[in-house]
């Protein structure tokens, strides 16, 4: 089974503060795509950040960035300048190329507490 | 609408009873998705349409779960004789497919949560 491993179950962080959560993951793929969704307590999953496993360089999207590094199967993610907005539920999620029906596989997600 | 929808927002069953969840994707996706998220839980995936067609049903977890999607659009989630270990927020979820391809990001709908007593 491919799993995925969120090791911080809950994390919290300053406002205004820098903040990295760690994924792991394990597949014997070599072509996938990797995702960070937020779920904010009202339920609804929201897409944060994605990275394709072929590309070397680190995807950004204003305030959030990963850490990709392929060989140690390992996908974090950061927040700078943390706003209280970013407090909710964070899910690693990998969808690998084998799967066939593209589905994403969860990890167990990390709650994040932003401190005023 | 803009999103994806799913109805209804809650739904309180009986051990026994039949439940039937909705989800209305995003008009023009022809991918979609459900998962079970259990409380405390990341989301598990449960079964995928490409339009009216489920070609992969290899996460429901028994014969007593049934999906359905007749014209490749509104789909039901259709769970019968409701166990407690059902108990769970059944996410719906819906992508575009171009040019053969499916597109990566997932919409995701706001979830019904069942509660079987």
């Known amino acids: 089974a491919q799993t995925v491993t969120q090791s911080q179950p809950e994390m919290s962080v300053q406002e205004a503060e820098t903040v990295t959560l760690s994924c792991t993951y394990d597949t014997s793929e070599s072509d996938y795509y990797l995702f960070w969704y937020k779920q904010p307590p009202s339920r609804q999953m929201i897409l944060v950040i994605r990275?394709?496993?072929?590309?070397?360089q680190n995807a950004t999207e204003n305030r959030f960035s990963v850490n990709f590094q392929k060989a140690a199967k390992s996908f974090s993610l950061k927040i700078s300048d943390s706003q209280l907005g970013d407090a909710a539920m964070y899910f690693c999620?990998?969808?690998?190329?084998?799967?066939?029906?593209?589905?994403?596989?969860f990890g167990k997600g990390t709650k994040l507490s932003v401190i005023p | 609408g803009a999103g994806v929808s799913q109805s209804p927002r809650y739904k309180v069953a009986k051990r026994g009873q039949d439940v039937a969840l909705r989800c209305d994707p995003i008009s023009g996706h022809v991918s979609l998705f459900w998962y079970q998220q259990a409380l405390g839980q990341g989301p598990e995936f449960l079964t995928y349409?490409?339009?009216?067609?489920?070609?992969?049903k290899s996460g429901l977890p028994s014969d007593r779960f049934f999906a359905e999607r007749p014209e490749g659009s509104v789909s039901t989630l259709k769970i019968q004789r409701t166990q407690q270990e059902d108990s769970a927020v059944y996410l719906c979820?819906?992508?575009?497919?171009?040019?053969?391809?499916?597109?990566?990001?997932?919409?995701f709908g706001p979830g019904t949560r069942l509660t079987v007593l």
């Open positions: 999620a990998p969808r690998y190329s084998g799967a066939g029906s593209y589905q994403l596989t």
């Open positions: 349409f490409q339009n009216e067609a489920q070609l992969d």
């Open positions: 990275q394709e496993a072929y590309k070397q």
């Open positions: 979820a819906s992508s575009l497919v171009l040019g053969g391809v499916v597109y990566n990001e997932q919409f």
